[in-house]
């Protein structure tokens, strides 16, 4: 494999000197040599396999003759920090505990231009760096993933729920609500630029890190390519927990795309509400079938239920900042129209409407000498009507107080940060 210079021209595809011996290759802070490369490593008692681990990565090093800074960021209680010590690494120590905090811990003091990410427990063969850098270069990708999927899986180096049923169905959610492309988005190996990643602003401390990372990188538009390669049985003992972890990733995944958590299933209750309502006040059979008065309040609910949890999209999309904003027509519309000013005219008109029929219904009741009257089923469309324009007033004022409230707790926020952050990103040891 040919080494390569990142920084070649248009930034990409030079040769480099690949005969330099690794001692002169691997940079640390207290050197003036800025590293084009930063390998960031996660570790959390690896003492069995950090040595294997760095031995393939000063191979890599060799290979690609750049520059090169290690980063351990740990939180072991092992010998692991001073194995990586000893080997040339920076080490340094999160002040929160997970795994993505690891990374951004050492994202804070990585100074290469590309940042190398993997786990430290010898299931990624680091001596494949070459092979992703030279395709991010070649293909001038802003993220290349290491795909397991699409490559080789060793006997015993990934259980089989993972393997066939967890990581293939975390993916197809992650394409699917993200807009991506992968085969495997909980790859731990990958190389990403780093204008990409300041691009990214990751945020999260935990497992779900890993698909922060993919989700922003849809979402935002950036290019992700994949590298087939071979995942190997790892040395040490595991520490992901698997449902716990997955649900993890789950719950991320859907409390940024709204659209998907609730305008999707909101727009379908809504809508079977609707037809119901529709074939029951046309009086139409369905399989020879005449529907009634259970049948009519049964989609008079649905269709309540439906318009509340899209007003959670609403209030979601509002008050917060998901990763992938709903897309849908009507979410988009609803956002729009739930103002005080329309939202508020518009829901006093549909509560005004549904008012007058009870009040004729009413009048019905009281000129037939309190006698009971039977119940039709426009008696029922005028209550739900009623209850959607209440709901349509007080979700308007909701949604304009989050509003206001949104752009205020931003500046409080970037006030609180400058105030407090006194860490100096460039310390480690």
Not at 11 to 28: F, M, N, S
Not at 121 to 146: K, M, Q, R, S
Not at 235 to 245: C, H, K, V
Not at 331 to 339: E, I, M, Y
Request: charged share 20%; aromatic share 8%.
């Amino acid at each position: 494999m040919t080494a390569v210079d990142p920084h070649d021209g248009a930034g990409r595809g030079t040769p480099a000197a690949p005969d330099r011996p690794v001692e002169e290759l691997v940079v640390t802070p207290a050197d003036d040599v800025s590293p084009t490369l930063s390998i960031v490593l996660p570790t959390k008692n690896e003492a069995a396999g950090i040595n294997e681990c760095l031995d393939r990565i000063e191979r890599a090093i060799t290979t690609l003759g750049v520059p090169t800074e290690i980063i351990v960021s740990d939180s072991s209680t092992d010998r692991t920090p001073e194995i990586a010590r000893a080997r040339g690494a920076t080490v340094v120590v999160s002040d929160r505990p997970g795994y993505g905090a690891a990374y951004r811990r050492a994202f804070e003091v990585a100074r290469g231009e590309f940042i190398v990410m993997g786990d430290a427990d010898t299931t990624y063969d680091f001596a494949a760096i070459p092979h992703l850098v030279e395709h991010l270069v070649a293909t001038d990708a802003d993220l290349v993933l290491g795909s397991r999927l699409a490559g080789e899986i060793e006997p015993g180096a990934m259980p089989w729920l993972h393997r066939y049923i967890g990581n293939p169905l975390l993916t197809r959610f992650l394409n699917t609500f993200y807009g991506t492309e992968v085969s495997d988005a909980h790859s731990g190996f990958r190389v990403v630029t780093r204008a990409a990643l300041e691009t990214l602003e990751l945020e999260t401390d935990g497992m779900e890190f890993a698909s922060e990372m993919i989700m922003k990188a849809g979402a935002r538009g950036l290019a992700i390519e994949e590298v087939p390669i071979t995942y190997h049985e790892r040395e040490g003992e595991a520490t992901l927990e698997s449902f716990r972890d997955g649900w993890r990733h789950v719950r991320f995944m859907l409390t940024n795309a709204p659209g998907y958590l609730f305008s999707v299933p909101g727009l379908g209750l809504g809508i079977l509400g609707l037809i119901f309502m529709g074939l029951v006040a046309a009086g139409a059979p369905v399989g020879g079938i005449t529907l009634g008065v259970r049948s009519m309040i049964a989609g008079g609910v649905l269709v309540l239920v439906g318009y509340q949890i899209m007003s959670f999209a609403v209030f979601s999309t509002v008050a917060t900042d998901p990763i992938q904003q709903p897309s849908d027509p009507l979410t988009r519309w609803l956002n729009r129209a739930l103002t005080i000013r329309r939202g508020g005219a518009g829901g006093c008109v549909v509560f005004a409407g549904g008012s007058l029929y009870a009040l004729a219904l009413l009048h019905r009741w009281l000129t037939a000498g309190y006698a009971a009257l039977p119940v039709v089923t426009s008696d029922i469309a005028a209550l739900v009507a009623i209850a959607l324009g209440v709901q349509t007033v007080f979700t308007s004022f909701l949604a304009e107080m989050l509003r206001e409230y949104r752009p205020a707790r931003t500046r409080a926020g970037a006030q609180s940060a400058t105030e407090t952050d006194g860490h100096d990103p460039a310390a480690g040891d």
